[in-house]
């Protein structure tokens, strides 16, 4: 069973920049996808942004331009650079590995979640 372990969360200003990052464990990491959710309180979680094995990426609406997923298989580490960060991004943040190769298949490793919270 992989584990998930994401860091570098925190309180952030608004307009601030936080950088996410997820280390897998287990084998075959850059054959998965893998993607970001996050769960505001009171509301479902919901898909920020995802990687294939092959580096194609998708974003939601609400963080395009400002959100950057990327993958160093090498060292089998996701990350998330979140720039320009607004109050409606504040949630826990979690990391997912998909199915498999391709976009739009979440599987069901999750990390623990690291929490940002934007605010003056």
């Known amino acids: 069973q992989v584990q998930l372990v994401e860091s570098g ?5 608004p307009g601030g920049s936080l950088r996410l990052s997820c280390v897998a464990s287990g084998t075959f990491f ?17 898909l920020v942004a995802e990687i294939s094995g092959s580096g194609t990426t998708n974003y939601a609406d609400s ?15 996701a990350f998330l650079q ?7 991004d504040t949630a826990v943040y979690y990391c997912n590995r ?9 599987g069901t490793a999750w990390g623990q979640g690291t929490q940002v919270t934007v605010s003056s």
Do not use: C, H
């Open 30 to 46: 850059s054959t998965y996808a893998m993607a970001w959710y996050r769960q505001a309180s009171g509301m479902q979680r919901e």
């Open 63 to 77: 963080v395009k331009g400002r959100f950057t997923i990327s993958r160093d298989n090498a060292k089998k580490t």
């Open 9 to 13: 969360g925190g309180l952030v200003q």
């Open 98 to 106: 998909g199915r498999g190769y391709g976009l739009g298949s979440p």
């Open 82 to 88: 979140m720039n320009s960060l607004k109050p409606e």
